[in-house]
Every structure is written in structure tokens, then in C-alpha cells.
């Protein structure tokens, strides 16, 4: 089934958001993308100083659209929490660790019912934190500390490192906000692994958050199971969709009733591939599908092939495919624009480049056929 590209912009081209060198940042990476119960469109990333890794002194930054994508403000720096921030001894023990404040791993979710964004976020991949904005994204609470949601994995699982997201979260329909995250021992490589895949949710708009269990542990054939994406099916269940490390280069689900508990078995999903990088999933209830966003190499596990699959049958099989860009493009989100234009937010490499290089987070919409 063809699509039609649009842009984010009025010439009909993608629209760059965030250059790398541009603003006193190195590189932008990790986006992620909402659209606020009243329409405006909040794209946010982080934005890394100086260390190319994840271990460097990094802020959150958003631009926020009040025309359905085509226009943005300038960048704001939403996150930032007062004192003195302890590094983490994970990333300290791998000499990993850079002098500045790691505020990593941004994920909002739009509150249909109360009528407002919620925003998380990590400091030093240790600590997390809840801001909240009832004015559409244009300012933001001061930040509360929900590391306590974290906390209780641990007699279970002793964590040294923790992630949220990254992309989007999810309002269920009974109102509960739910966000994947991952946590880790911090023991093997970069202190991101081992690691298990989990969520943490609140029943109260934002003001608690608590854990769910874990939905799926590292082991022989799911192999450090990190960074997933949810959506809400028609049939009311939850589905997580996650990268992992193993042999079969696919991605994983499994579903929820609830979106915290009674995870079923995890399988892999034979027609989505996995580069070992983070997709994004989104419900669209108005066209009765599940849209899925991610490098669509299945080779060699290159970042590269950018393509949105589409399934009407609650992700059991995806037989659509729509090519948002062919060359190097790796972390990507989405959402649904107040016209019905997908927008998809999405790390971009040069062209011509001989291996993925992260040049700019790049915002182009997708008008699909329903």
C-alpha cells in the first residue's frame, strides 16, 4: 500500500529539529514525541555536550509546535534538579563516567483525562524523576523524585543502573499512565548489562508511580532484554515490544492485561527485525492498527532502512510497510498529528557516510492510507 510523504515543514521536506554541533551540544539523540491533549506537538531529546557516549554530561531539551508539526519554538531545557548529583558507581567502576549532570532518558505521556503532559526522566541512570505541564508543554513543574518506583524491583532484582523508555509512554483506557524501563546490574558492557525489561505505572495522573513485575529477564535465548515500547490493544490488552541481544535478530513481545502484571511468555516477532535499537508503537483506534517504527534491516543489524509497519490484526502479523528514509537512521518515535499525519521523530545520518553517524533528529510525517 503506497504512502505519501509530508513534511513537517511547508516546503515539503524533513524537517531538522536538532543539528549535532548546533546550540553548544555535540549530538542530539534518544527523541521522543507526543502530541498535548490540545493539539500542540512536543519533540524532545537529549542533548550530549561533549562525551559521545551515554555516559556524558547531557540536558533534555524540547521544541514545541503550535500549527500540527510545521513550526517549532526554540529548544528549552526542561530538566534540572537542585544540589549536588552523585555519579553513578556503575559507570564510575567502567571509567565511564564525565564531570556534568547525565540527565538521560526522556519519555512523556499525554493525559487525555486530566488534561495535561506527564514527563520522565533519569539523572546518572540512578535516580528518576516526574515533571508535569498543564499548559500544553509551554511550561513545566519543578521535578519530583519517583526513584521509590524503582526501588521496589530490588529485593528481586539488585539494580545499579535504570531506564526509562525511551519514546513515549501510554494513557490506557481506564486512565493509567504506564512506561516501559529497563534496569541492569551494571556489571558487563558499558554498565548497561546484564539487564531485564519491566514497567512502572500510576493510577493518580502522575502523583505515584509504582513498579510492575518484571516482564522479561535476561537469559539464553532473550538476551538483555532493554529499551521497549507500548501500546494498548483493541482487545484491551497491553503489548510490549522491546530490543533484545540474542542470535535471532528479532524484535520481542508479550502482553499484559493490565500493563504491569501476568506478562505472557515472550516470543519473537518473525516479521519485525532488531539492529539491537530502540522502536517506537503506537495504537491509532481511529484506524483500527498498530503502527511500528525501526531500522527494517534484517542483514547485518545495521542502522539504516527506516520503515513503518503496519498491522490491523493486534501486531499477530504486519504485511504493510512504508519506507520513511533508506539510508542511516537509527532511535526513532511516533505520534499522531491532530490531522491524521503520522510523525515520525528520528535520529539521521549523512548521507553517503560509511557507518551510522548521528547528524540530526529529523521530524517527517507519513500521511497513510486507512
Given at each position: 500500500?503506497?504512502?505519501?510523504?509530508?513534511?513537517?515543514?511547508?516546503?515539503?521536506?524533513?524537517?531538522?529539529?536538532?543539528?549535532?554541533?548546533?546550540?553548544?551540544?555535540?549530538?542530539?539523540?534518544?527523541?521522543?514525541?507526543?502530541?498535548?491533549?490540545?493539539?500542540?506537538?512536543?519533540?524532545?531529546?537529549?542533548?550530549?555536550?561533549?562525551?559521545?557516549?551515554?555516559?556524558?554530561?547531557t540536558?533534555?531539551?524540547?521544541?514545541?509546535?503550535?500549527?500540527?508539526?510545521?513550526?517549532?519554538?526554540?529548544?528549552?531545557?526542561?530538566?534540572?534538579?537542585?544540589?549536588p548529583?552523585?555519579?553513578?558507581?556503575?559507570?564510575?567502576?567502567?571509567?565511564?563516567?564525565?564531570?556534568?549532570?547525565?540527565?538521560?532518558?526522556?519519555?512523556?505521556?499525554?493525559?487525555?483525562?486530566?488534561?495535561?503532559?506527564?514527563?520522565?526522566?533519569?539523572?546518572?541512570?540512578?535516580?528518576?524523576?516526574h515533571?508535569?505541564?498543564?499548559?500544553?508543554?509551554?511550561?513545566?513543574?519543578?521535578?519530583?523524585?519517583?526513584?521509590?518506583?524503582?526501588?521496589?524491583?530490588?529485593?528481586?532484582?539488585?539494580?545499579?543502573?535504570?531506564?526509562?523508555?525511551?519514546?513515549?509512554?501510554?494513557?490506557?483506557?481506564?486512565?493509567?499512565?504506564?512506561?516501559?524501563?529497563?534496569?541492569?546490574?551494571?556489571?558487563?558492557?558499558?554498565?548497561?548489562?546484564?539487564?531485564?525489561?519491566?514497567?512502572?505505572?500510576s493510577?493518580?495522573?502522575?502523583?505515584?508511580?509504582?513498579?510492575?513485575?518484571?516482564?522479561?529477564?535476561?537469559g539464553?535465548?532473550?538476551?538483555?532484554?532493554?529499551?521497549?515500547?507500548?501500546?494498548?490493544?483493541?482487545?484491551?490488552?497491553?503489548?510490549?515490544?522491546?530490543?533484545?541481544?540474542?542470535?535471532?535478530?528479532?524484535?520481542?513481545?508479550?502482553?499484559?492485561?493490565?500493563?504491569?502484571?501476568?506478562?505472557?511468555?515472550p516470543?519473537?516477532?518473525?516479521?519485525?527485525?532488531?539492529?539491537?535499537?530502540?522502536g517506537?508503537?503506537?495504537?491509532?483506534?481511529?484506524?483500527?492498527?498498530?503502527l511500528?517504527?525501526?531500522?527494517?534491516?534484517?542483514?547485518?543489524?545495521?542502522?539504516?532502512?527506516?520503515?513503518?509497519?503496519?498491522?490491523?490484526?493486534?501486531?499477530?502479523?504486519?504485511p504493510?510497510?512504508?519506507?520513511?528514509?533508506?539510508?542511516?537512521?537509527?532511535?526513532?518515535?511516533?505520534?499522531?498529528?491532530?490531522?491524521?499525519?503520522?510523525?515520525?521523530?528520528?535520529?539521521?545520518?549523512?548521507?553517503?557516510?560509511?557507518?551510522?553517524?548521528?547528524?540530526?533528529?529529523?521530524?517527517?510525517?507519513?500521511?497513510?492510507?486507512?
Amino acid at each position: 500500500m503506497a504512502a505519501a510523504l509530508a513534511s513537517g515543514a511547508e516546503s515539503g521536506k524533513p524537517l531538522d529539529l536538532f543539528e549535532s554541533g548546533a546550540g553548544g551540544y555535540e549530538s542530539y539523540r534518544i527523541p521522543g514525541i507526543v502530541v498535548a491533549p490540545k493539539g500542540s506537538v512536543l519533540a524532545y531529546c537529549e542533548a550530549r555536550k561533549s562525551n559521545p557516549n551515554d555516559w556524558g554530561e547531557t540536558d533534555i531539551l524540547l521544541r514545541r509546535s503550535t500549527d500540527g508539526g510545521r513550526s517549532f519554538a526554540p529548544p528549552a531545557n526542561i530538566a534540572h534538579i537542585a544540589g549536588p548529583v552523585a555519579e553513578n558507581p556503575a559507570g564510575v567502576a567502567q571509567k565511564l563516567a564525565a564531570p556534568g549532570v547525565l540527565y538521560d532518558n526522556p519519555l512523556a505521556i499525554s493525559d487525555r483525562k486530566a488534561h495535561c503532559v506527564h514527563l520522565l526522566f533519569c539523572v546518572e541512570y540512578m535516580r528518576a524523576f516526574h515533571i508535569r505541564s498543564d499548559d500544553d508543554g509551554a511550561t513545566w513543574s519543578q521535578p519530583k523524585e519517583i526513584t521509590s518506583a524503582f526501588q521496589s524491583f530490588r529485593p528481586g532484582y539488585p539494580w545499579q543502573v535504570i531506564a526509562i523508555g525511551p519514546g513515549h509512554g501510554i494513557q490506557l483506557r481506564n486512565g493509567r499512565l504506564v512506561a516501559a524501563v529497563w534496569l541492569s546490574t551494571g556489571t558487563g558492557s558499558h554498565a548497561h548489562r546484564p539487564s531485564a525489561a519491566a514497567t512502572i505505572y500510576s493510577d493518580d495522573h502522575g502523583r505515584t508511580w509504582r513498579n510492575g513485575d518484571i516482564a522479561v529477564p535476561n537469559g539464553p535465548e532473550f538476551v538483555n532484554p532493554s529499551e521497549g515500547a507500548l501500546a494498548q490493544l483493541s482487545s484491551g490488552e497491553v503489548m510490549l515490544n522491546l530490543r533484545t541481544e540474542g542470535a535471532r535478530a528479532r524484535r520481542t513481545v508479550l502482553t499484559s492485561p493490565d500493563g504491569a502484571t501476568r506478562w505472557s511468555a515472550p516470543q519473537f516477532q518473525p516479521e519485525l527485525p532488531d539492529p539491537v535499537c530502540f522502536g517506537s508503537l503506537l495504537e491509532d483506534p481511529k484506524g483500527k492498527r498498530l503502527l511500528f517504527i525501526n531500522p527494517d534491516n534484517f542483514e547485518n543489524r545495521q542502522r539504516k532502512n527506516l520503515a513503518v509497519r503496519v498491522s490491523r490484526d493486534n501486531g499477530r502479523t504486519w504485511p504493510e510497510k512504508h519506507v520513511v528514509d533508506p539510508g542511516w537512521a537509527a532511535y526513532s518515535d511516533i505520534a499522531m498529528a491532530p490531522n491524521g499525519d503520522l510523525l515520525c521523530f528520528y535520529e539521521r545520518g549523512a548521507a553517503g557516510a560509511s557507518r551510522m553517524q548521528y547528524n540530526y533528529l529529523t521530524l517527517t510525517r507519513l500521511r497513510l492510507s486507512k
